[in-house]
């Protein structure tokens, strides 16, 4: 079954950078539509970041607009999200996914096949 792990999250101040990783099993990301979603307590799961694997347009939700990019490192079977100018309203926890479909909604969450386990963020004022 293909696991997606995440790592790179922590504590950080507002204006500083972070950037996360998400290491997948097996040959993925040549197919795979992939993705970041953020979540906090009591809130629903919000649209981050997303991208065809192999490369091509970059997605974003508005409250990270020309804030975070998304990559991929196809060699690696890792994604990214570099993360700059962190806010308070940043901190949540961090998922990256992936799913085979071709025809998805990228920025809704159920239609993607697999998650990691998030990787925590949070950003003091």
């Known amino acids: 079954h293909v696991q997606l792990v995440e790592s790179g999250g922590g504590l950080v101040q507002a204006g500083d950078s972070l950037r996360l990783s998400c290491a997948a099993s097996?040959?993925?990301?040549?197919?795979?539509?992939v993705g970041w979603f953020r979540q906090v307590p009591g809130k629903e799961r919000e649209f981050v970041a997303g991208?065809?694997?192999?490369?091509?347009?970059?997605y974003y939700g508005d409250s990270v607009q020309g804030r975070f990019t998304i990559s991929t490192d196809n060699a690696k079977n890792t994604m990214y999200l570099q993360m700059s100018g962190l806010k308070p309203e940043d901190t949540a926890l961090y998922y990256c996914?992936?799913?085979?479909?071709?025809?998805?909604?990228?920025?809704?969450?159920?239609?993607?096949?697999?998650w990691g386990q998030g990787t925590q963020v949070t950003v003091s004022s």
């Open positions: 996914a992936a799913t085979f479909k071709a025809h998805v909604n990228i920025d809704v969450s159920s239609d993607y096949d697999y």
């Open positions: 991208m065809p694997s192999s490369g091509g347009r970059r």
């Open positions: 097996g040959s993925i990301f040549s197919t795979y539509v």
